[in-house]
Each structure stands twice: as structure tokens, then as C-alpha cells.
């Protein structure tokens, strides 16, 4: 199996390598202040140099430390760490911080055999259950196949949504018989390719036939989201044939959550591998792991016969040019600016504490967004002139049910950057959404019925609710934000739901 973690050695360089250029001046001030000290003490006053041989007790005198090394040490990891080390990419603050998943779940009969209890599929249901509360907040779509293929939910952040569809699913609804997989592939990568941030495909099966598995290796070829296989069952026949795809990964179902750790390993590694491709994303300041170093071997000048006066003089002029102004609201301070202890914060995923740290106004209406304060993140991303600050608005709106305000903001963006897709392809969900609200409504007011055909025109009857709306989307492609608050609406059963709507889908498609 192809190792997916990326390399790190082949991603490390520096942001400033100018400061390096201080090493040399180091070191020649280092070992001049080293041999002046050796020739000092090995030419003592008033002794003979054989005499001072001789009543010399233990090591060599230039073998010890002396407090030229501390310091030397101390600026050397202090012009290291302001260099700016990097490994990985940061990722844009106004897209997911985590990658979109789809996750592809095999529904036939071999999937009900009882081998592993209480079947294969029921436990394959519970481990995807564990693992969307293990993700939470991050996309994740389902994907139902057999003989046929077919979208069970678009690509959302709320786990409950997924899971009344997820235990829905069994063989009886799937329209045809089959294990047809790529399929299923291809429909995942659909999906990916209109994200802004890299994901990965996760299927979930017991095999994989002969002619899928050639399948996986040619389009394996041409590119595509990386691919997770998570094995339900024990066959090892069929685990062979899985591991022979190139470029996937293979996780075996475990009685613990082990397994679900691996899945989100192999998720979280393809997607920092895939980032650190993107060359439109910034590399990731590392300097502050230098930090610490610094700051213990500093400690040493509290010692006796350790302390240089202008060594101190020294250390804190280059902490104040690689930090900037400082701010006395704790040791952090010292070493990390208010943008990077804002990071930290956000990846502890404490975007109230990150908010209040942050000064970046981009970082900072970006982790307002993410702790739920819409109405302030907008607020702030309105003062920003970049189409990525407006479009962040936009969507700051939307979650606050501010739809034709989220529309002007959308419309503001593609004004502001004509080429800004992300912006456009917000723009016609939020018209969507809007039409969607006002048609329910009308619909609603008239007691007809809620359902909206393909192809349909719609003229509003109200003043100041649009002119023209026109909708064309067919049953499989359902914008992901109408969908979940279409399907918070169904009152039947799930699986009779689905049944009919995969029933139409199949019957709507070529064979």
C-alpha cells in the first residue's frame, strides 16, 4: 500500500531566509569570544605555564561551557525561528478548515450477511454513525450503490441530517441488483470538484468485483480525490483484490474505534498533502517551536558567572524586530503575536477565545462566523473591499436567514471579482434558497402542495418578492442547501421516501 503521508522534508524551507544570514556572524563572534577566554585562562598570572599544567584539576578549560555558548545557542534558535520554518500550508480562512468527505455505502444482499453482527451493513451503518460524530462540523455526503448509484444526501455540516437517511438504507429499496462501485466514484468526484477545499472519498463495502477494480486503477490514473476502502466483513480474497488498487488506502473494520481513527488519519493526511500543493494558500509559520528552546537556555543567565549584560541587550532587540509591538497580557506574548495565538486557539476549535485574539480582520469575522456570531461577522467582513470579504459576508447573512441581503453581498463579490466562481456559485444557491422560501410560502398560503416540478416558471404575486424566478433542477441535483431544508420536511418513513425517489432516478437513467 502507497504511503500517503507527505514527505515533510521535502516540503521544509523558510519564509525569511534573509535572517539566516546572521548565523555566519554568530558563529565568528563565538569562536572569537571562545578563544580569547581559552588563551585567558590558560595563561594564568604569575605561574609558569608548565606549573599551571600541572595544577590544572579536571577538564580542559575550553572544553566547558561558558556563557558565550548559552548565548550564541540562544540566538541562533532565535534567528532560526524568525526565519519562519514551514512544513504545510495554512488553509484559506474562508473555506472549510476540514476536508469534505463523501462517503460511499455499498446496499446489496451480501451486505446483510450476519457474519459479523448483527450484519454487515447495520455494523458498516454504525461505524459511519461514529465516525460523523467524530467529524462533526465537517461536509460529509452519502452515497447509496448497488446496481444503481444514487445521492442520498448532498454534502452538509449537520450530522442529523445524514442519520435518519443512513438507517434508512437497506438492499430492498435499491432499484436494481448489482455492485456496481464505480459508479459510485465517479458521482464522488462530482461532488468534490465543485468544493473549494480538497476531499476524499470514503467507500464502505465488503468487495470489490473484478471489473470495478480495473475501473479504480485506471481513473486512479488520471487523477481524482484520494480513496479510502473501509472493509466490512472477512474475506480475504476480497481484501487482496482491494489492496491491489493503486493509490488507495485500506481500512479494516476493528471491534474498537480504532478503525475510525485510521479512516480520519488517512482523511486528514490527504488533505494537508493536497494543501501543500495549492500554491494559493500561505505557508505555515513554525518559528515559535524555536521558542521554547530560547527561552529555557535564557533561564541559564539567572545562574552565578552566567549572566552578559549585553548579550540580553542583544537577544531582546531581535525578539522586538521579529515580533513587533508587544502586548503585556501574559508570557505568551513574549513569543507568539496575537494572530498566532489566535491560530492556536482556532485549532483548539475555541473560536470565542480566537475572536478575541485575533486581529487579522479577515481571521478574525472568519472565526465569528465559526462560533455562530453571524450578525458581527458580517458586520466586520462589510468594511472589507476584497470579493472574498464579501462573499464571507454573504454567507455570514445567510445563516442569519438574511437571504436578499446575502444575495446583494454575493452580487457585490462577482462585482468586485468577475473570475471569483466560489462568489457566483453562492450567489445562485442564495437566489435558490430564496426562491425555495417564498414559493413553500405561496404554496403554502394557497393550500397547494409543496412539490415543485422540473422546468417550472414561477411568477411572484406580491410586490417586492423578485420578478422572474425559474428553477431546472432535476431530481439528482438538489442544491445542498435546499435539499437539507426539503429534507428536514419529510414526514414518512425514510426508506419508503427513498425508495420511491431512487426508484425515479433509475428510471430517468440510461442503463
Known sequence: MPDQLPDALTLFHFIRPWWLAGLPFIAALWWTVRRFGKTRETL?????????????VGAEPGARLLPIDGVSAAIILMLLGSAGPTWSRLPDPLVADTAPLVVALKVTGSMMQSDIPPNRLERAKQKITDLLERRSGAKTALIAYAGTTHQVVPLTEDPAVLKPFLEGLSPDIMPRNGEAASPALLMANDILGKQDTPGS???????????????????????????????IGCDEAARSALEAVPTAALVDLTVDSSDVSQVIRRIEVSYQDALSR???????????VFAVPAALIALLWFRRGWTMQWS???????????????????????????????????EARDFEKAASLFE?????????YRAGRYETSAELYAWQESSNAAMGEGLSLIRSRKYREAIAAFEKAV???????AAQHNLELAKDILYYIETTREQSDTGEESGIGADDVVFDNDAGRGTKSETQQSTGEIVPETAEAWMRTVDTRTGDF?????ALEAARSPR
Open 44 to 56: 594564568p598570572a604569575g605561574i609558569a605555564p608548565h606549573l599551571a599544567d600541572a595544577l590544572s
Open 201 to 231: 472519498i470514503l467507500i464502505v463495502l465488503d468487495r470489490l468485483t473484478d471489473a470495478d477494480g480495473s475501473l479504480f486503477a485506471e481513473q486512479s490514473k488520471d487523477g481524482g480525490a484520494p480513496v479510502v476502502f473501509w472493509q
Open 278 to 288: 495549492d500554491d494559493r494558500q500561505n505557508w505555515k509559520d513554525q518559528g515559535w
Open 312 to 346: 540580553v541587550w542583544l537577544i531582546a532587540a531581535m525578539i522586538a524586530c521579529s515580533h513587533g509591538s508587544a502586548r503585556a497580557d501574559g508570557w505568551r506574548d513574549w513569543f507568539l503575536t496575537p494572530d498566532q495565538q489566535g491560530r492556536l486557539a482556532f
Open 360 to 368: 487579522d480582520p479577515e481571521w478574525k469575522a472568519y472565526v465569528l
Open 415 to 421: 462585482e468586485r471579482d468577475p473570475d471569483n466562481a
Open 498 to 502: 427513498m425508495k420511491s425517489r431512487f
